[in-house]
């Protein structure tokens, strides 16, 4: 049975672990470095864990959740389909363009060959989770009408994803986009990402 400081212990662990591996890499941290800074022994992580690969796929599956959840939580029962999708574009943007979520997607990338189960992990976790959360809103507009119905609502919601995501996401992992954003910025490009999506590019 699982205690209450037992789940402490266990937040406390995956949290420290995900902060030493995005700030050093998954080959920089060794088993003993983490017990080093938050407690508990070998033995508890391993029958826990089974092996380092499976305590970083742990850690990596928290941060995802705490970047998921403030989507997750988003209300988009509004009415107006421009303005719900711009107000899920901007609450994706700001939780994407975080310096450790831009973290986790490098890492995600560095060890995609040699750890692709946990990369896949990541990418379920995160890109996935946010896909499946706008694909249930999508499939309710379709089901009233304002949507187009001969996409499923899963692939309109990928393309929604990738067409706010792709651009500033990558602008920050290459430097081009150093500081952190205003707001008042990553509206704008939340309504430009909504209405290129939703008019199209002809006139």
Not at 43 to 54: A, L, Q
Not at 130 to 145: H, S, Y
Request: aromatic residues 6%; glycine residues 6%; contains cysteine.
């Amino acid at each position: 049975m699982t205690t209450t400081r037992g789940n402490a212990r266990r937040r406390a662990l995956l949290e420290k672990a995900g902060e030493m591996f995005l700030s050093h890499g998954y080959d920089a941290i060794s088993i003993d470095a983490l017990i080093s800074e938050v407690g508990g022994s070998r033995r508890n992580i391993y029958s826990t864990y089974n092996n380092k690969e499976g305590l970083f796929e742990a850690a990596v599956r928290e941060l995802c959740e705490q970047y998921v959840r403030p989507i997750s939580e988003l209300s988009i029962k509004t009415s107006c389909p421009q303005l719900a999708l711009a107000d899920f574009a901007s609450e994706l943007l700001t939780s994407v363009l975080k310096p450790s979520a831009l973290a986790l997607q490098r890492l995600m990338i560095a060890e995609s060959h040699r750890l692709p189960n946990v990369s896949q992990a990541i990418f379920t976790a995160g890109h996935e989770r946010v896909v499946a959360i706008l694909a249930g809103w999508l499939e309710e507009g379709q089901l009233k009408g304002a949507f187009r119905q001969d996409l499923p609502p899963a692939r309109l919601a990928d393309l929604f994803v990738n067409m706010v995501v792709t651009g500033p996401q990558l602008r920050a992992n290459i430097g081009l986009i150093v500081d952190p954003l205003d707001p008042s910025v990553i509206r704008a490009m939340a309504v430009e990402g909504t209405t290129l999506f939703l008019k199209g590019a002809l006139v």
